[in-house]
């Protein structure tokens, strides 16, 4: 295996902060037994360990230098180009019995699994550092907070978890040195970045998650989507909490009055910009903070939901970021940021597609070739991404460090669709929400590979996500939604719907504070809505649509319920129910029956 890792050689006082909890120790001798490194490097999460790694990574071109004038300390990644999104067909839940996986999940059996990874890990890395990265996901006074620890040969993988998690010495203090105590364990080896041999892979019962043959995202970094949501969700329901694919965002109003609302969107379907909101001119004295962009995992406290945001930073989606849709990203990625298959220009900025400004007349394209206006091929990859730390965020919420979360007054679920659903709606209560969350379904994006545009049923955002049996997940939420007395509203919101000559109908992004406004007037009952068999509608008047320069027409069509396209939906939610072969609760096929009986009145 030709190695695309060589190993780096780090001074004293670097790469030697060893943990003292044994069972990390025998952990770590064992990966290393199997996978034979040049040398072991134990992460601290310093500064000065942070400059040698990039020193080093410039050296072998994992990185390149940006130019220090305009985006300081910010460095471009390409990773291989076969290797640029999630790979949901080689991703695995190794539960021991398929049921535990459920309908939805890739199953494979433990031991075999076990088994097959040794085997490609075995001499992996020959000639390679093995990184040793501990890392705390959560406020550092949170219960929910968890330690994990990665082991990787990728520096890339170091660099990125040092800005996504609280890394090092932090997570080490946070775990002390009972053996006893709970922490993942992630393996994730390069091998030869070949996507015959790269596998994602899942333990929820030995909280352990081994991917190889990946260097990108999510497939990598794995307390994101592996850790924080699939083996997150696994615990979560097991200990009574939810982990769940949401932005938390808070909303102040000019008299102070403040909430917090937790959204779950698909991936590339606007969480980082509803997170990271700024509040149209019209509402002025309004404030939209960011508690998280990703993920939410929230526990039911005196009857309330809290939510915090287990990660430190923000992996998100380059193109399409401008000072016209997402000021505040643009302020978070102008210093400090690790980018990933974005553009170079030839002085040593980034470009992509939909940013601020005329093209670049020269480029060097995502796969390193070059690039102009004039070419084919896309300058920076759709799912190119920014990593950056979330204190870059100049609307980051003051809470956001807060053990105890913040409490959350509202639940939105969203999918991108071009026609059947509304604009928004709100759910007739917690079940019917749950029902909306069971149901919602989405136009496939670039964040994972496969066809982009088809509609797929995703449940709560969760369908690549959730760590077991889907049928177990809806029943955690009714589950959950009995223990609380003054549960958050449930919203669904849809800001991707098409008229007939296929432009979007809602104008989005900052805008979409006219919707939360009503969300917010709705939790604290004074907003307007009218009964439709899907659930509380706006009127046209009952949205502040002020200075937006909509026509009447295209309101009416944002917030329509065609009755033809919703006997076809009625029929897709039951074809998706059937599809998962007896496990949806009762309560979900009596909330299909109702929405079908509400359409006959
Ligand atoms: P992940 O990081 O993959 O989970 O994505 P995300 O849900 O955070 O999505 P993000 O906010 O990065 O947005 C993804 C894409 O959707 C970008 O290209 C945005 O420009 C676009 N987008 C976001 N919000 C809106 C909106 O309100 N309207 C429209 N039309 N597009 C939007
Ligand atoms: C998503 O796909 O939902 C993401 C990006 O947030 S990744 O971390 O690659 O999964
Ligand atoms: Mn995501």
């Known amino acids: 295996m030709k190695n695309i890792a060589p190993a780096i050689f780090p001074p004293n006082g670097i790469g030697d902060s060893k943990p003292t909890n044994q069972a990390v120790l025998d952990w770590v001798h064992e990966i290393g037994k199997l996978t034979k490194p040049e040398n072991i490097f134990w992460c601290d999460g310093s500064e000065r360990e942070n400059e040698f790694l990039i020193a080093e990574s410039l050296k072998q071109n994992v990185l390149i230098k940006l130019n220090e004038e305009k985006i300081p300390r910010s460095y471009l990644h390409r990773s291989n180009p076969n290797d640029v999104a999630r790979v949901e067909k080689v991703t695995f839940i190794c539960t021991p019995t398929k049921e535990e996986a459920g309908p939805t999940n890739n199953w494979s059996e433990p031991a075999e699994t076990y088994s097959k990874l040794y085997g490609l890990l075995d001499g992996a890395m020959r000639g390679r550092t093995m990184f040793i990265v501990p890392y705390m996901m959560g406020p550092p006074d949170s219960p929910l907070t968890k330690v994990g620890f990665e082991i990787t040969d990728s520096k890339y993988v170091v660099l990125s978890m040092r800005i996504m998690t609280r890394m090092g010495k932090i997570a080490l203090e946070r775990l002390g040195s009972d053996p006893k105590a709970e922490w993942n364990r992630g393996v994730h080896s390069l091998l ?346 706006p009127a046209p008047r009952d949205l502040d649509l002020d200075g937006l320069g909509i026509d009447d027409k295209s309101v009416a069509d944002l917030l329509g319920i065609d009755h033809e396209e919703w006997q076809k939906e009625l029929v897709a939610h039951k074809r998706f129910f059937d599809s998962l072969g007896g496990v949806v609760p009762e309560e979900l096929i009596g909330q299909h029956k109702q929405l079908a009986a509400r359409f006959e009145l």
């Open 192 to 537: 030869d970045v070949d996507p015959d041999r790269r596998f994602i892979c899942h333990f929820p019962q030995d909280n352990t998650i081994i991917s190889v043959g990946s260097g990108y995202g999510g497939n990598v970094l794995l307390s994101k989507k592996c850790l924080a949501l699939r083996i997150g969700s696994y615990l979560a329901r097991k200990q009574g909490w939810m982990a769940e694919h949401m932005l938390i965002l808070g909303v102040e109003s000019p008299q102070g009055r403040k909430h917090y609302v937790a959204a779950a969107f698909p991936s590339a379907c606007g969480k980082t910009n509803f997170a990271m909101l700024i509040p149209p001119e019209h509402f002025k004295g309004w404030k939209v903070t960011t508690v998280g962009d990703d993920i939410a995992w929230m526990e039911v406290r005196d009857g309330r939901l809290f939510a915090v945001n287990p990660e430190n930073g923000y992996f998100g989606v380059v193109p399409g970021t401008s000072y016209k849709s997402n000021p505040n990203a643009m302020k978070s990625i102008e210093h400090d940021t690790l980018y990933t298959n974005v553009a170079l220009t030839d002085d040593g900025d980034v470009w992509w597609e939909g940013k601020d400004g005329e093209p670049p007349k020269h480029a060097i394209d995502w796969r390193g070739n070059d690039w102009t206006p004039d070419s084919t091929e896309k300058a920076a990859h759709p799912n190119s991404r920014f990593a950056t730390p979330m204190r870059n965020n100049p609307a980051l919420d003051p809470d956001v460090e807060k053990g105890e979360g913040v409490p959350i007054s509202a639940i939105i679920f969203g999918g991108r669709r071009s026609d059947t659903v509304p604009l928004v709606y709100e759910a007739f209560d917690w079940t019917h929400g749950v029902y909306l969350g069971a149901t919602m379904a989405s136009e496939t994006t670039a964040a994972a590979t496969g066809a982009v545009g088809q509609v797929r049923r995703d449940p709560m955002a969760m369908l690549p996500f959730c760590g077991y049996n889907i049928g177990d997940y809806f029943r955690h939420w009714i589950d959950i939604g009995k223990r609380l007395t003054n549960p958050p509203l449930i919203f669904n919101v849809n800001w991707f719907r098409k008229s007939t000559n296929g432009k979007f109908l809602w104008p989005g992004f900052g805008e979409n504070m006219r919707v939360l406004k009503w969300m917010i007037d709705r939790c604290e009952k004074k907003g307007g809505a009218i009964k439709s068999p899907v659930g509380w509608l």
